[in-house]
Structure formats: C-alpha cells, structure tokens
C-alpha cells in the first residue's frame, strides 16, 4: 500500500509534467448608458420578463404598480391593469407575470398583493390578445395573495399553468 508521502510525491511529479496554464487577456471594457425608464404609479418594479422566441417583447412586474409591457416603438413602459377598477384594486399588486413561449399574445398574471379576507380577491388572469383584455382563470378556491414569482406556463403541456401559492403550496390548471 502506498504511503502518503509516495502519493504526493507522485502527484507533484504528474503536475510539474502539465503545461504551464495560457493567461486569458480580459475583454475589452465597454461603457454602459444608463438611463431611467419611466414606468409611473406607485410602489416599484420586482423584475423584467423577456419573451423567449419574440425579441423585443418584455413585460415588467411591479409590487403595487401593476404590469407593464415594454413598448419598442415608444421606448416607454405601456401599463396592462390600469383599466382595473376599485372594486379590484388588490390586483394592481402581486408580482408574478408569465408568457406563453408558443404564443406571444398570451399572458399569465398572478395578481393580488394581500391574503387577508378584507382585501377583496385575488385572482390568475389570462390574456390573448397582448393585455387588451383578461379573464379570471382562477377559481374561488384558490383566489387570495399571489405575492412572489409563482406563475408559470407549462414549456411542453400548451395551455397548462402552474402557480405556486402561499401556503398552499403548488397548483396547476387547464383550459376546460
């Protein structure tokens, strides 16, 4: 059996043997510009989405702000839920967003920043047409505080959706 000190002393014979390793030269540093892309309302943004096979297209999520979708023509942040009313203000909040890699009009939100009764319904919302328009594809069950990047279309299931929920942990749904 081989002592220790054979082992190592084999091993620095093999390294010395090596090539001495290249030095990599460093990329050329380039500036950034930086600007400020005015998104409006209140609260802040959580994150920037990229649709996956539409360059270009990208929505932004927002703790209390709503969604908004990144207008290429404008250079401007275009808002998705503005049109919510009142009566649905909990669903400016929340901060998941998801897209369709297949469909490039379809858009999942997560919205609903509060769990407590008192702050109204939560909901899962689905558009088809780029945000012009939602519908609710939640059920009562599963309708409060959607807090956190939790909300996901299915890569290889077209039309399921998966959403994690706090503290009920993960769910998914098809079109019936």
């Known amino acids: 059996m081989p002592t220790r ?12 043997g090596l090539p001495a390793p290249a030095h990599a030269t460093p990329a050329e540093s380039r500036p950034y510009r930086w600007r400020t892309a005015v998104i409006g309302g209140a609260g802040f943004a959580t994150g920037i989405l990229f649709h996956p096979t539409a360059p270009g297209l990208a929505h ?7 969604a ?3 207008d290429q023509r404008t250079a401007r ?38 769990t407590q009764p008192w702050a ?6 689905r558009s088809e047409n780029r945000a012009r328009t939602w519908i609710r594809i939640n059920d009562d069950a599963h309708q409060r505080g959607w807090t956190g990047p939790a ?16 503290g009920r942990g993960i769910r998914y749904g098809e079109p019936v």
């Open 60 to 66: 932004a999520r927002t703790d209390i702000g709503g």
């Open 120 to 125: 109204g319904r939560g909901a899962l919302l």
């Open 77 to 114: 942040w275009t808002p998705l839920t503005d049109r919510l009313g009142r009566d649905d203000s909990n669903l400016l909040g929340g901060e998941a967003v998801a897209v369709d890699p297949a469909h490039p009009d379809r858009l999942y939100l997560a919205r609903g920043t509060y």
């Open 151 to 166: 909300v996901t279309g299915a890569p290889r299931v077209h039309g399921r959706v998966c959403l994690a929920a706090n």
């Open 68 to 70: 908004h979708r990144w």
């Open 5 to 16: 000190r054979t082992v190592l002393a084999g091993t620095a014979a093999a390294l010395a």
